[in-house]
T-cell receptor, first 113, second 115 residues
Framework: AQSVTQLGSHVSVSEGALVLLRCNYSSSVPPYLFWYVQYPNQGLQLLLKYTTGATLVKGINGFEAEFKKSETSFHLTKPSAHMSDAAEYFC???????????FGKGTLLTVNP | DTAVSQTPKYLVTQMGNDKSIKCEQNLGHDTMYWYKQDSKKFLKIMFSYNNKELIINETVPNRFSPKSPDKAHLNLHINSLELGDSAVYFCASSQGARIGYNEQFFGPGTRLTVL
C-alpha cells in the first residue's frame, strides 16, 4: 500500500528563515507526490506536485520540493519564511488504483516574528 | 464566485439525529469527493463520484450515504449520528478522476459536532 510519513508534527521557524518540511513515501508504483496547504478554517490548496519529469518542482508562494527516489523523499522547502506561511501542510501520494489520494498526518508550521 | 461551496459551515446536533451536508461546485468538474478530517487533522477520503457514478466507497459506515443529483452537486447524508462522527468534512472536485492529472479543489469544510 502507498503511504507518506511526515516527520515532525510541528515546525517552528523565524520569519526570513529557511522552511524545511519533511515527507517520506512508500509506494509499489511510480509515485505521484503532492504538497497541500491548509490555512486556518479553510480547505486544502495544492502547493505543488510531482508526477514525472523534472525532480525539482516549483509551486506557488515560493515553495519547491525535490523528488529523491534513492531517499524515498519529497521534502518541501522555502528559502525565506513569511508570517503568511503559517498553516498546516500535508504531503500526499496516489494509491495504486490512481483514483485516491493518501495523506500524511500533516505538519503545522508556525512562523515567529 | 466560490468554486466549491459547502453548507452549512457549522453543524451542531445531538446523537441519533439525521443530518445532511450539501456541496456544490461551479467549476464544471465531473468528479467530486467527500473527505473526513478528524480532530488530529488526519484527512481520509470517504467517497468519490465521477459523472454521478460512485467510484470510491471507502470503509465508511453505511449510515453515511452520498447522493449526487447532478455533476455539480454531491451531498452527504448521515443517519443516526454518533459522537465519533464529529469531524470536519471537506468536499472537493476535479476534472477527471485520475490522480495527478487534475488538481482537486477543496471546499471550506463543514465542522460537525455531535453532542
Amino acid at each position: 500500500a502507498q503511504s507518506v510519513t511526515q516527520l515532525g508534527s510541528h515546525v517552528s521557524v523565524s520569519e526570513g528563515a529557511l522552511v524545511l518540511l519533511r515527507c517520506n513515501y512508500s509506494s509499489s508504483v511510480p509515485p505521484y507526490l503532492f504538497w497541500y496547504v491548509q490555512y486556518p478554517n479553510q480547505g486544502l490548496q495544492l502547493l505543488l506536485k510531482y508526477t514525472t519529469g523534472a525532480t525539482l518542482v516549483k509551486g506557488i508562494n515560493g515553495f519547491e520540493a525535490e523528488f529523491k527516489k534513492s531517499e524515498t523523499s519529497f521534502h518541501l522547502t522555502k528559502p525565506s519564511a513569511h508570517m503568511s506561511d503559517a498553516a498546516e501542510y500535508f504531503c500526499a501520494t496516489r494509491d495504486g488504483s490512481n483514483y485516491k489520494l493518501t495523506f500524511g498526518k500533516g505538519t503545522l508550521l508556525t512562523v515567529n516574528p | 464566485d466560490t468554486a466549491v461551496s459547502q453548507t452549512p459551515k457549522y453543524l451542531v446536533t445531538q446523537m441519533g439525529n439525521d443530518k445532511s451536508i450539501k456541496c456544490e461546485q461551479n467549476l464544471g468538474h465531473d468528479t467530486m469527493y467527500w473527505y473526513k478530517q478528524d480532530s488530529k487533522k488526519f484527512l481520509k477520503i470517504m467517497f468519490s463520484y465521477n459523472n454521478k457514478e460512485l467510484i470510491i466507497n471507502e470503509t465508511v459506515p453505511n449510515r453515511f450515504s452520498p447522493k449526487s443529483p447532478d455533476k455539480a452537486h454531491l451531498n452527504l447524508h448521515i443517519n443516526s449520528l454518533e459522537l465519533g462522527d464529529s469531524a470536519v468534512y471537506f468536499c472537493a472536485s476535479s476534472q477527471g478522476a485520475r490522480i495527478g492529472y487534475n488538481e482537486q479543489f477543496f471546499g471550506p469544510g463543514t465542522r460537525l459536532t455531535v453532542l
